[in-house]
């Protein structure tokens, strides 16, 4: 497999905690890459509250999730890792004593000599509808995201929401479907108000529909939509016949494959050794709110001390041969050089 | 203390005591009602701790800020009486306040 990346450690998950892992494995010169599933860096604290203040980082009286992501970033620049973004990790495979291949749903495959687990939550994925049934249809005719828009093309199509996400695919795919219909609970649109008025310009013009209400029912056999239901709020009920239906309500944390790598798990949750935050598998690690100890606390100042402690049993994994000496980034002329300040 | 009751779906009640100032939403978290998720722990961005508001009630807990509102495009059955209940603050005048949870919603 020659395209195979390698590197000393792949990390999952760039959420606070993942992102200084890089810190404190750089400091022991070992290089990471990073995976996640969001289209951008910060985890939690980007998406569910990048304005939302954040008091108890130590030494930093307050700062937003989205403030925290990008200091981190700043603080981990020197290390350079490699950030793979919008994938999910779906497969670890040990090849070696340790060494392990882990494989991602984009298809791209890396060897490394370490894990670590900063998974977080789980991943986040699309909220699903609790429609009667609607499992049948995914991936056959409910999707919720778009990989070829040509897969659209000429059909009827029901996309719903009323954020970015959904008045973003209205324009993309309205000129190449048959007949677009929105849908939404109210008639008041949280996306950018540049796409609002566009789909507005386009219902008025008679070039796409627009309903206020919420999907209540689907109708179709072999997982192939017919039609779905519409119901007001008022109670009425109006069915519009389509092909496909898009439903774009955010996402939730799920924990996705994580359960399915052979590690010890309680909870949902990893178990780990608290001297190393090493799992029951050698060489793969977890740390910050996807693991388990007694006494743990699900704080992000809990999960930067995990990465130190993790970091010093990594390095001998990875530099089996060095010895590894404890030092100060105020003193040591090593490790500011490391960091590019001397 | 005010008391707060969460039907959930199935009917199970949960009558609790909650403390004045926090919200309804910590109340749940802190007396295991299993309908009330609130995975983003009451940054108003996830609709995970949506209730519906018993009507007897709802002049008294008022209606959702613009905020509220747009985040619960992201709930589902939503509803007149909606609310996301991380933002309904626990007071001396919502002491017997009557709150149902969607079926949908869950840990």
Not at chain 1, 164 to 186: C, E, G, M
Not at chain 1, 203 to 213: E, F
Not at chain 2, 10 to 20: F, K, S, W
Request: glycine share 10%; aromatic share 6%; charged share 25%.
């Amino acid at each position: 497999m020659s395209d195979t990346i390698k590197t000393d450690v792949l990390i999952i998950g760039a959420g606070p905690v993942g992102l200084f892992a890089v810190f404190e494995l750089g400091l022991l010169d070992i290089k990471t890459h990073l995976v996640d599933i969001l289209d951008k860096v910060g985890g939690q604290c980007a998406e569910l509250y990048p304005e939302k203040p954040i008091y108890d980082i130590p030494g930093i009286p307050l700062i937003t999730g989205h403030g925290l992501s990008e200091a981190l970033m700043e603080q981990i620049k020197p290390f350079h890792p490699v950030i793979h973004l919008g994938e999910m990790v779906t497969t670890i495979k040990n090849v070696g004593d340790p060494l392990y291949q882990v494989t991602t749903d984009a298809g791209k495959t890396f060897e490394c000599k370490s894990v670590v687990i900063a998974a977080g939550g789980g991943s986040f994925q699309p909220k699903r509808p609790p429609i009667n049934g609607i499992e049948a249809y995914e991936a056959k005719s409910v999707h919720y995201a778009v990989r070829k828009m040509e897969n659209f093309r000429g059909k009827d199509v029901v996309i719903v929401g009323g954020g970015d996400s959904a008045l973003d695919w209205t324009l993309n795919l309205q000129p190449i479907v048959k007949r677009l219909t929105l849908v939404h609970r109210r008639d008041d649109f949280r996306g950018a108000p540049d796409s609002v008025n566009k789909m507005r310009a386009l219902v008025a013009a008679g070039h796409m529909d627009l309903k206020i209400g919420q999907v209540s029912d689907l109708e179709g056999a072999d997982g192939q939509l017919a039609a779905v239901s519409i119901k007001d709020k008022d109670g009425a009920v109006s069915r519009v016949a389509c092909d496909a239906m898009l439903p774009f309500f955010g996402l939730t944390m799920k924990l996705g494959p994580v359960s399915e790598w052979g590690l010890e798990m309680e909870d949902d949750l990893i178990k780990v050794d608290v001297s190393t935050f090493e799992t029951n598998r050698h060489g793969i690690f977890a740390i910050g709110d996807i693991n388990t100890y007694k006494g743990k606390l699900k704080l992000i100042l809990s999960g930067f001390h995990e990465g130190a402690l993790m970091a010093q049993r990594v390095h001998h994994y990875v530099h089996p041969e060095k010895r590894l000496v404890f030092q100060y980034t105020t003193s040591s002329t090593s490790l500011q050089k490391k960091l590019g300040v001397v | 203390m005010p008391k707060v009751t969460y039907i959930e779906h199935d009917g199970t009640v949960h009558t609790v005591e909650a403390e004045l100032g926090s919200t309804v939403m910590e109340t749940a978290l802190r007396n295991d009602v299993p309908s009330i998720v609130a995975e983003c722990g009451g940054g108003c961005t996830c609709a995970t701790c949506h209730v519906y508001v018993d009507e007897a009630w709802l002049e008294k807990t008022g209606a959702p800020s613009e905020q509220e509102e747009t985040e619960l495009d992201a709930a589902f059955d939503v509803r007149p009486n909606s609310r996301l209940s991380c933002q309904i603050k626990v007071t001396e005048d919502l002491d017997g306040l009557v709150v149902r949870t969607p079926s949908y919603q869950g840990r």
